[in-house]
C-alpha cells in the first residue's frame, strides 16, 4: 500500500512523463513536417527530432521500469525482462546523450566565432563533423554491452521483499555501475568542452563589441545568449537526471527504501519533459508554431 507522500510523487512523475510526451512529440511533429513542407533535409532539424525521439523512449523505459520495480517487482526474478530493459536503457540513453551533444556541437560550430583553422575547417565541414560523432556512439556500446551483460550474468534477484537486491558486494556493483557508464561521461564531456568555448566566443565578442562601442543587442551576442540559455539548463537538468538514476542504482543495494526510489524516478524525469520546454521557447519557429496550435486549442 502507498503512502500518501509516495502517491503524490508518483502523480508528479506520471504528469511529468505526459508533459514530457506531448512537448518532445510537439517538437519532433514541427521538424518532419518542416522537412517534408520544404523538401529538404535540415541536419539541425534532423538533430531535434532525434533527440525528441529519444527522450520519448526514455520517458516510457524509466515510468515502466519504474512502475514494474513498484507495483510488481516479482517480474524481475523470473524470465529475461530486466535484460531487455536494461539493453534498451543503453541505447536510448546513450542516443539522447549523443543527440545533446551533436546539438551543443552544432551551436558551437555554427555561433561561435574563432580564428583558428581547426575550428575554420571543421566550421566549413559541419555536415561531415556530426555524422563522425556517431563513431563515439558506437565505440561506447561496444564497450558498454559486455559490462552490462557481466553485470546481469553476475547478479541474481530474488523474491518477495528481496527483489531489488544483488549477490555482490556494493563496492563492485557501483564500481561497474561506473563502467556502463564511461560512454554517457564521455559524450557528456565534450558537451561541456564546446559548451565552454561557446562562452568564451561570447566573452571575446562581447569585449570587441565594447571596444567598438555598438552596444550588445546585435545578432550575433543574440544568437550567442539564446543558445547558451539551451545548453546551460541543458546542463543543470542532466545534473538532476543523474542525481536521479544514482538515487535509482542506490535503491537496489537498500531493503525498503520505495519512498526514495520514487523520489529518484520523480527527479529522473525531470530533465526529459523540461528541457523539452526550454527548446520550444528558445527556437523561434517551434514557439510560433507552439502559439499557433494553442490559438487553435482555444478556438476550439
Sequence with gaps: MLSIVEGLLIFIAVSESVLGVLGNGFIGLVNCMDCVKNKKFFMFG?????????RICLILIVIADGFIKIFSPDMYSSG???DYISYLWIIIN??????ATSLSTFYFLKIANFSHHMFLWLKGRINWVLPLLMGSLFISWLFTFPQIVKILSDSKVGNGNTTWQLNMPKSEFFTKQILVNVGVLLLFTLFLITCFLLIIS???????MQLNVTGFQDPSTEAHMKAMKVLISF???????????AIEIACFTMREKKLLFIFGMTTTVLYPWGHS????????????????????????
Design 80 to 82: 529475461h525482462l530486466i
Design 235 to 245: 546542463i543543470i537538468l542532466f545534473i538532476l537526471h543523474f542525481i536521479g538514476l
Design 46 to 54: 534532423f538533430i531535434l527530432t532525434g533527440l525528441a525521439t529519444s
Design 202 to 208: 561570447l566573452w571575446r565578442h562581447s569585449r570587441r
Design 94 to 99: 546513450q542516443s539522447n546523450i549523443w543527440f
Design 277 to 300: 520546454f526550454i527548446l520550444i521557447l528558445g527556437n523561434s519557429k517551434l514557439k510560433q508554431a507552439s502559439l499557433r496550435a494553442l490559438q487553435q486549442v482555444k478556438c476550439c
